[in-house]
């Protein structure tokens, strides 16, 4: 509680000092509305179902390319993690695709797929798999000796000792992983959206709202959305993480 109302007090303080600058003239209201004219608009626009189909697709987007990520990322960290010899041939090919950044791909990517959905799904899902993928690989790197030895002596097969030891071990790792992925895609679904124009999403939303609409308030609103999205959904899968993953974090403290 105490974490949340100093959270509340910095928040609110932030606003603040945003409408005193908003309002002294410091800078021109065009440039950065008082946070009051956003909030204003911002409840205008909650009601809006245009609005609402913006932010719909862009959160459909992202759970799409969440549920893609994560069905390739963790079967692959776990032959990579499991199998040395697969780990090795593969390092050289995964080391020149990982530094690449997503949004460079963008130009590829409407060649190849164009302007719909699929490029921002894309894209999000090349940006999400490496965080899965390389905690899967750590995790398996972590785990101890001891427990494939054990599964080993009961005489279990790889496929069985991966699903049933290692996928449990691992999971805390994972969970992290996904957590960190879900920020990172969000940022290249609505970055693709801004960048690759299209005719719906948040992205879509804040693009026009700058170039025609010209309203800094319309732009900064959609921007709120977005971040609250982000922050939503990483509060969610942290409170996942702690509620259904807790048994790790007391494991670490008795160690």
């Known amino acids: 509680m105490r974490s949340v109302l100093r959270g509340l007090v910095g928040l609110a303080g932030f606003l603040a000092l945003c409408e005193i600058v908003g309002r002294s003239g410091l800078v021109p209201s065009y440039y950065l509305p008082p946070p009051s004219v956003v909030l204003t608009t911002l409840g205008g626009l909650l009601v809006d179902q245009s609005f609402l189909m913006h932010v719909v697709a862009t959160v459909l987007a992202w759970l799409i390319a969440m549920g893609i990520a994560v069905g390739i990322a963790v079967p692959a960290g776990l032959l990579l993690g499991s199998v040395k010899a ?4 593969t390092r050289s090919v995964i080391e020149f695709l990982r530094p690449i950044p997503s949004v460079a791909l ?17 894209l999000a899902v090349y940006a999400a798999i490496w965080p899965i993928m ?15 030895d054990t599964a080993r002596s009961f005489r279990l097969g790889r496929l069985r000792t991966l699903a049933t030891v290692a996928l449990p071990n691992s999971a805390p ?6 957590r960190v992925a879900a920020s990172i895609a969000l940022i290249l679904v609505i970055s693709t959206e801004l960048l690759a124009g299209g005719r719906v ?3 879509v939303f804040i693009l026009e709202a700058s170039s025609s609409v010209g309203r800094m308030d319309v732009v900064l609103a959609g921007t709120v959305v977005a971040g609250a999205v982000g922050y939503l959904t990483n509060e969610l899968l942290e409170r996942a993480q702690r509620r259904w993953l807790g048994w790790d974090n007391t494991v670490e403290a008795v160690r």
């Open 106 to 122: 963008i130009p590829l990517a409407l060649v190849l797929l164009g302007t719909g959905p699929e490029t921002k799904i894309a």
């Open 201 to 203: 999403g948040l992205g």
């Open 86 to 89: 697969v780990r090795v041939a």
């Open 173 to 178: 790792f994972i969970a992290t992983g996904i």
């Open 134 to 148: 390389f905690n899967t690989i750590y995790a398996l790197d972590e785990m101890d000796s001891m427990m494939i």
